[in-house]
């Protein structure tokens, strides 16, 4: 069975940090791009940054670029979103998955998804 566990999710107050963990079993991580989104309540699904397999290069939406950084260890078969500088707005479900980061990160290229853990940024 295909899965990924996302987890570190929680509450924070503003200007604190998070690393979200996405942990994948049944396949291995290293071949595929895996890109973090996020959903608040009544939004569209917003992507957040990529990884890509084939360069290692990385992707972030201009509303978290310098605040949130994306690294693989692929010998723990995980990827991690560390999340500093968090703002109210950041606070959404957020949510991993693998595919592509050809387009940057498009939930349509994206096949395989985690269930997801909520961020709340808060006072």
């Known amino acids: 069975q295909v899965q990924l566990v996302e987890s570190g999710g929680g509450l924070v107050q503003p200007g604190g940090s998070l690393r979200l963990s996405c942990a994948a079993s049944?396949?291995?991580?290293?071949?595929?791009?895996i890109g973090w989104f996020r959903q608040a309540p009544g939004k569209e699904r917003e992507g957040v940054s990529c990884?890509?397999?084939?360069?290692?290069?990385?992707y972030y939406a201009d509303s978290v670029k310098g605040r949130f950084t994306i690294s693989r260890d692929n010998a723990k078969n995980t990827v991690y979103l560390q999340m500093n500088s968090l703002k109210p707005e950041d606070t959404a479900v957020y949510y991993c998955a693998a595919g592509t980061c050809r387009l940057g990160v498009r939930d349509e290229e994206f096949g395989a998804w985690g269930q997801g853990t909520q961020v709340t940024v808060s006072s």
């Open positions: 049944g396949f291995t991580l290293d071949y595929y791009g």
């Open positions: 990884t890509s397999s084939s360069d290692g290069s990385t």
